[in-house]
């Protein structure tokens, strides 16, 4: 039953989605219910997986009660074929799985509702919606991949099916963004081609193991090419997490419609990618092998590069929808910094950012939407007096927007905590400097949003921006959930302990 | 969870209290108009409300003060609190410092009534004060950095609504700068705080004095330098937020913008929290660093000449004001740094901080409530505007002159007593400074020429508001002319400028409007302390100051507690201190008048802005350095190598694949064909001219005599043999030829195979 529910929770959305394609005439009232009904269904298997697998007790607990510790759980793996003895598509639960797994389903209904509102005049939401269903399938296969090879099988049906998203619009300017998104996003996957073939070589297995699998010969005989290797595989999984210098993917793909940025480009894909990092290295090469050589260093410099571009950008750029988008590509890279560290601390930190970012970002970018879309407003200098007319809307905008500042006791807060204290754990001089990015980053963050809160509550002069009388609040499928965007951050600012309690046992392992 | 729980409440009651008033009133931000029907807040009702609040949060505190040696217990600690835990005290220093608090924000609320008449947001100017009061409250009470940290953010920020409040462009301005020093300043000092908690492993005030000596007087280096850093990182966001040099620039622009209740409270207050912070650092973990000291009185030096000679050159009432607040925080920090310098004999130096803290609250509160009366009136600031303002008004000038006497240290009012306390630190550590002796010389002069500065530029402003004459043509001629520089830096604004300024102009040469007895009581209440405290100086040192030195773990002994009960304070050499001071400050009084004033055509006197406009720290390197600098780089850089790189890599590589690719697919088989081609003629060549030489000369030798001269074949041989005597080949092109090599190349290939088999 179990092996069966995992395998259903990554093929049905895909069927179930591929069914759209043969109903083109279907109601929008009926394809909504069918597509949410899914979704909770999915939502369902996950919530059943993570309850049944011996790591979700703990995370339903918030703290393990003694026994043993269920070391077992990555071992048991769900073979689906096998191309060769060492070649099997397979799925295997962990608790890194179950984390990006409720992740992504949890906020996936809420983008559905969100899109049923925002796609509402769309004349290709038949497929739109399909596709959407289909990503939630290949993310789910992401997250349950029992090894490298089967990773990179999803990850390359990832890019497939959310390509159609980007170019959903079909103007010339999508067109070639999605293009652009195809070089990058199947360039980036070669890349790891590469690194997986090496290391099939140099090791038995690919399976996921803690600690890593390559043969302690091959770290002996042949450090530099395990290195440039790593280097090498790093750089490809990273394309999708958007760390320079392919990053500017995520700006050209901002034109894609909004739940596809809020949940694909701030949350499912990008994340796909800081979580293919993390299990390379702490799954594949091992931390310990890494740690202190010069990949890390190079790295590090790259994330904190990232960091402060990213939000140095966001402060120029008056496009909100942009401005947030430069801001995804430096909070990505504080994901990634933090599994660079290549220490358990660093990668709890890094798992905190993971969640506590998706919640937050998604919220933020659902806000926009919900002023692009209510009342047409796109730039950040047409938003005057804007947080009267749309209370909720902008309470929530401020709400995340604090939270991603890291002002205290919300949840990027925490997660920004984490990161400094791993940074101090390290004490290595690369991690004080990408310490220092995070912080003047941090004040480059106060900048670009709160400039944009400040315009909302307190314009300049009294001056109200064009229309202010027609400023409509949005609907109530979209604030929904924008709310709980916003209520999110806030509980899990408030109530962190059982989030870190279970991201110790998955780092404990380390 | 245990401990006195109404500290708990103390510090929530105001936020419960603001939700409360928004219940009570309506629920709504917009102000009611019953003329034009709109329903909503009444601002009388607000005002009440707030009052109330504010006026059971100080019933709160009595009872927490009664309440904690009644359950033996100063502390309350919530462990669970989002994990990090929340820890109050209610000590001395802590319950004095709630107190004024309490006063100065029920003082500044119970003008407000009369200064807001006409302005709108009044709801949320209320329920933010109510936001920072509860905030500053936590500040002041909290027991653990951590908590100390978060009510300090809540407090930057909920403050931000002070400052913002008019919205106009320069306030929105100074509200961005505002934000942006609290943002940063609570983001590295979040960072020294993890770091100190690294260190030390605890961030209990009351338990890290131990840990930090353990660490400082350890042999780990390492240890030792991180704790430096922590101390450095968290003495810039305590200084941030107390307008400590080089970051004291928010205070100069920040103050005259805000509303003046609000300035008294930003102040008196908020700064008094970053002040705080400097004395946990001074008082726990640097206890015993005579470097950190040094830092602070250099740091002390600096922040007091800088905001004295600011304010001796501002011609804004509220400016000078603020630049005041600058400088006699600087005094403040002289005396927190003599802290670590003396240990064991910093009795004087620390109760006159601490006293010094109590005083200038009381100064602010009183001259910016009276800076309020003035904008209330003419809604201007500008000295030039509100000159003479005060005359006519006994009462005032009064209050006014007791706040500019009190903060100039003239004997008999609290002033006096702080900084001579102060005073005396210094000179007692110039007998023991050895080395540094001739530096805290030049110390001891700078401060009693900051306070002579003091007295001067507060007498300037008391001159102008009671003494010079007012011209209201003049300064409308001056007003005019600004105006019209205003337009042309600000062309959009410029219109809506205009008409305010007109209809205020008007509205201040008409009719003024007239301060109610609750306004002056507030004013008074302040200004009454201040003429205790200094009158009673001895009961005020003796009681209050040793009552204050309770603070963690610190408290002052028997011999320090002897020491504050002996002073002299009016003792000649103490008055011989002040007697300079305030000689210097008549000096720099005459030279103000002499050179920073000048005299129009019909006799009266006007105040010259003669401070370049350029020379201002923000402007200069802050603002390009943040805005401009930082970012340029990091866009530029990550252009080039999210943009360009990409690009000129992709590009680079479909070029070079390109070549290759062709070099491969078409260059590369040609010339391997030709190549092969030419050598196989070459090899055939060869192989039929030896063939066919070979079977001429057989045919010419060995076959000679079985060669029939008439043979039909032979006949038919004969042209392909002439032919063979003109080119020497015969059969390279038959069938048989083609069979033959091939039976050779497979001679050749199983000869091989049977090398290898046998080899």
């Known amino acids: 039953m179990f092996e069966m529910m995992v395998s259903f929770s990554v093929f049905f959305p895909i069927l179930a989605g591929a069914v759209l394609f043969m109903f083109p005439e279907i109601k929008a009232k009926t394809r909504n219910i069918y597509t949410f009904v899914i979704s909770l269904i999915n939502l369902a298997a996950v919530l059943y997986i993570a309850a049944n697998c011996s790591w979700g007790n703990m995370f339903i607990d918030g703290a393990y009660l003694g026994g043993p510790f269920p070391n077992d759980a990555y071992t048991a793996k769900i073979k689906l074929m096998s191309f060769t003895d060492t070649l099997t598509l397979q799925f295997g639960v962990d608790g890194l799985g179950i984390l990006f797994s409720l992740l992504v389903s949890i906020l996936w209904p809420f983008s559905l509702l969100y899109a049923f509102e925002y796609m509402e005049h769309d004349k290709r939401q038949n497929t739109f919606f399909a596709f959407f269903m289909m990503t939630l399938g290949s993310v789910l296969g992401i997250a349950y991949s029992g090894d490298l090879f089967s990773m990179y099988v999803f990850y390359e049906v990832l890019s497939l099916v959310t390509f159609p998203l980007v170019m959903h619009e079909q103007t010339q300017e999508a067109q070639k963004a999605g293009r652009q998104y195809l070089v990058y996003m199947l360039g980036g996957a070669a890349f790891a081609f590469v690194g997986m073939i090496v290391v099939m070589n140099y090791s038995s297995t690919l399976d996921f193991v803690p600690g890593g699998v390559i043969n302690s010969t091959a770290w002996i005989n042949n450090p530099g090419l395990m290195l440039t290797i790593f280097f090498i595989t790093f750089m490809g999984f990273s394309v999708k997490a958007a760390m320079m210098p392919f990053g500017r993917w995520l700006i050209k793909a901002s034109v894609a419609p909004m739940p596809v940025t809020g949940l694909l480009h701030a949350v499912a894909v990008v994340k796909a990618g800081a979580f293919a990092t993390i299990r390379l290295i702490y799954y594949t090469y091992g931390c310990d092998n890494l740690r202190g050589k010069w990949p890390q260093y190079v790295l590090i410099g790259l994330t904190a590069a990232t960091i402060l571009y990213g939000s140095g950008m966001a402060i120029k750029e008056l496009h909100l929808k942009r401005r947030l988008a430069y801001s995804t590509i430096s909070n990505l890279s504080y994901v990634l910094f933090g599994a660079l560290l290549m220490s358990p601390e660093g990668m709890e930190a890094s798992l905190t950012h993971l969640v506590m970012h998706a919640v937050t970002k998604i919220g933020l970018f659902f806000c926009v939407g919900a002023m692009m879309h209510t009342n047409n407003k796109v730039w950040q200098y047409e938003i005057d007096g804007i947080g009267y007319k749309m209370k909720y809307t902008f309470a929530a905008f401020t709400i995340c927007g604090l939270s991603l500042i890291g002002v205290p006791q919300l949840g990027c807060f925490i997660s920004k905590l984490r990161l400094l204290t791993a940074v101090i754990d390290d004490s290595g001089i690369f991690a004080y400097i990408g310490g220092g990015a995070i912080l003047l980053s941090a004040l480059f963050t106060a900048i670009y949003l709160l400039t944009t809160v400040i315009k909302g509550y307190f314009p300049t002069d009294g001056h109200k921006c064009d229309g202010y009388d027609q400023l409509k609040e949005a609907g109530w499928k979209m604030l929904v959930p924008i709310g709980f965007a916003a209520v999110m951050t806030t509980v899990l600012g408030l109530c962190w302990k059982p989030l870190m309690s279970f991201l110790g046992k998955i780092t404990s392992l380390m | 969870m245990r401990g006195n729980t109404l500290l ?690 057989l045919s010419n030798t060995v076959f000679r005599p079985f060669r029939h001269k008439d043979h039909p074949i032979v006949e038919s041989m004969k042209s392909k043999l002439a032919l063979t005597e003109k080119t020497g080949r015969i059969i390279t092109s038959t069938l048989s030829y083609g069979m033959m090599m091939i039976c050779v190349g497979l001679i050749i290939t199983l000869l091989y195979l049977l090398y290898l088999l046998f080899s």
């Open chain 2, 8 to 697: 708990l409440i103390l510090v929530m009651w105001p936020v419960a209290g603001s939700f409360l008033m928004w219940l009570m009133c309506g629920r709504s931000f917009r102000r009611a108009d019953p003329e034009k029907d709109v329903k909503g807040y009444s601002p009388v009702k607000l005002w009440l409300m707030t009052l109330g609040v504010t006026g059971f949060e100080g019933m709160l505190l009595i009872a927490a003060w009664l309440y904690g040696p009644v359950i033996k217990m100063d502390t309350y600690t919530i462990g669970r609190f989002a994990g990090f835990g929340l820890k109050f005290a209610f000590d001395g220093f802590r319950i004095v410092y709630a107190f004024i608090t309490t006063l100065m924000w029920f003082c500044s609320t119970l003008v407000a009534r009369d200064y807001f008449t006409d302005g709108e947001n009044l709801m949320r100017y209320h329920i933010f004060s109510m936001w920072t009061f509860a905030a500053t409250i936590g500040v002041f009470l909290s027991n653990d950095l951590y908590t100390t940290f978060i009510f300090f953010e809540i407090m930057s920020l909920a403050s931000y609504a002070f400052v913002a409040h008019t919205e106009k462009a320069d306030a929105m301005k100074a509200a961005g700068t505002y934000l942006a020093v609290a943002v940063i300043g609570g983001l590295v000092m979040l960072m020294g705080i993890m770091l100190l908690s690294n260190v030390c492993g605890t961030l209990n005030l009351r338990e890290i004095k131990e840990a930090a000596s353990a660490v400082l007087g350890g042999n780990d280096t390492s240890a030792k330098n991180k704790l430096w850093a922590a101390g450095i990182m968290i003495l810039f966001g305590f200084g941030a937020k107390a307008g400590c040099f080089p970051l004291h620039i928010w205070l100069p622009k920040a103050h005259p913008v805000a509303p003046a209740p609000a300035s008294a409270l930003l102040s008196g207050v908020l700064t008094k929290s970053g002040v705080f912070g400097v004395i946990v650092l001074c008082l726990e973990i640097f206890h015993d660093v005579d470097a950190f000291g040094l830092l602070i009185c250099i740091l002390g030096m600096f922040t007091m000449l800088t905001g004295a000679i600011l304010a001796v050159f501002s011609v804004d009432l509220k400016r000078t004001l603020a630049c005041s607040s600058v400088s006699q925080i600087g005094f403040i920090l002289i005396g927190c740094g003599l802290v670590p310098l003396l240990k064991e004999e910093c009795t004087l130096a620390l109760s006159g901080a601490m006293l010094y803290m109590v005083n200038h609250s009381l100064f602010k509160l009183t001259l910016f409530l009276c800076a309020a009366v003035v904008y209330m009136n003419l809604h201007k600031l500008n000295l030039n505007d509100i000159k003479g303002f005060g005359i006519g008004k006994p009462y005032l000038k009064v209050l006014f002159l007791i706040g500019a006497l009190g903060i100039s240290g003239v004997p008999l009012l609290s002033g006096y007593v702080a900084k001579t306390l102060i005073h005396e630190g210094i000179v007692e550590y110039i007998h023991v400074a050895g080395g540094l002796a001739g530096f805290f010389k030049v110390l001891e002069w700078l401060y009693l020429i900051s306070g002579g500065m003091t007295f001067a530029y507060m007498t300037k402003l008391f001159y102008c508001l009671f003494v010079d004459k007012p011209s209201e043509s003049e300064s409308k001629i001056q007003h005019n002319k600004e105006n019209k520089l205003h337009d042309s830096t600000h062309g959009t604004h410029a219109d809506v400028h205009h008409d305010e300024n007109d209809a205020h102009g008007s509205n201040s040469g008409n009719h003024q409007i007239g301060i109610g007895m609750v306004s002056y009581s507030a004013i008074t209440a302040p200004a009454v302390l201040i003429v205790a405290f200094g009158l009673g100086a001895k009961l005020y040192i003796s009681k209050l100051a040793v009552f204050m030195g309770n603070f963690n773990t610190f408290s002052y002994n028997f011999e320090q507690h002897e020491i504050l009960n002996e002073i002299k304070i009016f003792s000649l050499e103490n008055l011989k201190g002040s007697m300079i001071s305030i000689s210097i400050g008549i000096v720099f009084f005459l030279l103000i008048r002499k050179f920073l004033c000048g005299k129009n055509a019909n006799g009266t006197i006007y105040y010259k802005n003669l401070w370049p406009a350029k020379l201002d720290l923000e402007e200069l390197i802050y603002r390009p350095l943040l805005l401009g600098f930082f970012p340029f780089l990091f866009r530029t850089v990550g252009a080039f190598i999210c943009n360009t790189l990409p690009k000129a890599l992709f590009r680079g590589t479909m070029f070079a694949l390109k070549k290759i690719g062709h070099f491969i697919s078409n260059v590369l088989p040609k010339a391997l064909f030709g190549a092969v081609m030419s050598i196989l003629k070459k090899l055939t060549d060869l192989a039929s001219n030896i063939f066919d030489r070979t079977i001429a000369l």
